[in-house]
């Protein structure tokens, strides 16, 4: 056991974990965070994506001993009081999910891009999500979620 003190969603987190203990795992099974999924926790869906000091990476395949001082965005810390962030507004108004079981791993993989460009191409937005699989939706209405915040957050700016 060894002390881990990370910023999960802005507030300060100081707990014990075990050294083999993922970052997925504390956060859904110690911190009770369930927005977070985790489809296989072998680095093969994207599900348990969360955003660490402004990357996007896979909390299945990151021990939590390894968020010591960083900055750890879930789909919990993407809401503003009441307000949605945009990019949960667009894929609702876009029909970018179904199921929703991988949609916070879309959502925040689309986060981290946006956050360091606003005016992503097509392209740009399959690359980003790339590491993100999507039994039922279909891409194009994911992808097309994106682009629509994007523009939202262009009127933002
Ligand atoms: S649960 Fe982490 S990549 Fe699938
Ligand atoms: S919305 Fe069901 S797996 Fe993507």
Known sequence: MGTVSFYLNGRRV?????????????????????????G???GGCGSCTVIVDGRAV??????????LGKRVVTVEGLQNG??????Q?????????????CTTGFLMSSKALLDKD??????Q???ALVGNLCRCTGYKKIFDSVLAAAEKYQKQA
């Open 58 to 67: 896979y909390s299945c395949m990151m021990y939590a001993m390894q968020a």
């Open 118 to 123: 606003q005016h992503p191409s097509a392209q």
């Open 89 to 101: 507004e667009s894929f609702m108004d876009h029909g970018g999910l179904q199921c929703g079981f």
């Open 14 to 38: 100081d707990l014990f974990v075990e050294p083999s203990e993922s970052l997925n795992f504390v956060i859904r099974e110690r911190l009770g965070l369930m927005g977070t999924k985790n």
């Open 125 to 127: 937005v399959k690359d």
């Open 40 to 42: 296989c926790d072998t």
């Open 82 to 87: 009441i307000h949605l962030d945009p990019i």
